[in-house]
């Protein structure tokens, strides 16, 4: 047989696909981070470099203006005014009350359990409803509520439903002096004088102040109980008491049965008691044996 010479260039391709070549490192996907994941810090830094985008740095500021409004209200004493806020940040006080909006609505979730609240006029932070029975247990350990008096309270409430009112009207309207009661209510701060009504002796008139609606969590004085609301709690207050009442006897109808009344005495024992009565009680001579001193003779004529 004829041995076949293979040359070089009658030899057959090889095919490249073949050919175990390494293999490219693949690139990973882009990562996008939101910007709750970067850090405030990072954010601030590329606002100042020039690196962010005007969007990111309009929610930047945003951000850091809502916290810098919850801080404020969280810190302050009393209730704080959209007024206040944006004359402390320099800022329009509609951006102010746009914020305050988005911070009401953030801390009503189910999830938070404090809240802000429109108080006085201002907002303030406070517990929530579903959260008091467990605050009042635990802030009864640390600090006495406001405790007023049963005259300090009607006083009060004249006052609160009838201001501005002088103090004469007060003792009109119940009936007693309460000069001591409104100089309480005035140390409290929960009343003040509102000038003087022109009358013959010109009285201090009277009306509750900011610290009264902070004291009984009202917004203004349209959030007190009306008149009729109070009717209805005391005819429920009724309804609830009538079932432990003792019911009370019904008169007799017509043509019924009248009891008895008792048996008269019979009169021979009338008789017997009063000849029982008539006789002299015994003497104490012939109880002790001895003879009776005779009757002295009457004197003649």
């Known amino acids: ?71 404020l209200v969280y810190v302050a004493e009393d209730p704080i005014t959209v007024a206040q806020v944006a004359a402390s940040l320099g800022q329009p006080a509609e951006r102010i009350g746009s914020m305050l909006g988005e911070l009401i609505a953030e801390y009503d979730q189910p999830g938070r359990g404090i809240q802000i609240r429109e108080v006085a006029g201002g907002y303030r932070m406070a517990t929530k409803a579903e959260h008091h029975d467990a605050v009042r247990a635990f802030v ?15 006083t009060l409430a004249v006052i609160a439903y009838k201001q501005p009112v ?14 001591g009661v409104l100089s309480t209510l005035l ?41 009729k609301e109070f009717e209805e709690i005391r005819r429920m207050a009724m309804a609830d008491s009538e079932p432990g009442e003792q019911p009370q006897a019904e008169p007799p109808a017509d ?18 008691q009063a000849e029982a009565a008539a006789e002299p009680a015994p003497i104490e001579a012939e109880a002790s044996g001895q003879e009776p001193a005779p009757p002295t003779p009457a004197p003649e004529g």
């Not at 140390?187 to 009264?212: C, H, M, Q, S």
């Open 1 to 71: 047989m004829e041995e076949l010479e293979i040359t070089g260039d009658d030899s057959p391709e090889q095919d490249p696909r073949n050919e175990s070549a390494p293999a490219e490192p693949e690139e990973a996907p882009p990562q996008v981070l939101a910007m709750e994941d970067v850090p405030a810090q990072e954010l601030l830094a590329l606002e100042d470099a020039g690196g962010g985008s005007p969007a990111t740095a309009e929610a930047v500021e945003d951000a850091r203006l809502k916290a810098v409004i919850e801080a």
């Open 140 to 154: 009864k350990s640390l600090k006495p509520p406001l405790k007023l008096s049963l005259p300090a309270l009607e």
């Open 166 to 179: 002088t103090a004469p009207e007060v003792k009109e309207i119940r009936g007693v002096q309460g000069t």
């Open 187 to 227: 140390d409290r701060k929960l009343i003040a004088e509102a000038g003087r009504k022109n009358v013959i002796g010109k009285p201090i008139l009277y009306k509750t102040t900011k610290e009264f609606l902070i004291q009984f969590g009202l917004k203004d004085l349209s959030e007190l109980p009306t008149l």
């Open 255 to 272: 043509g019924a049965e009248q009891p008895e009344a008792a048996a008269e005495p019979a009169p021979e024992q009338d008789e017997a």
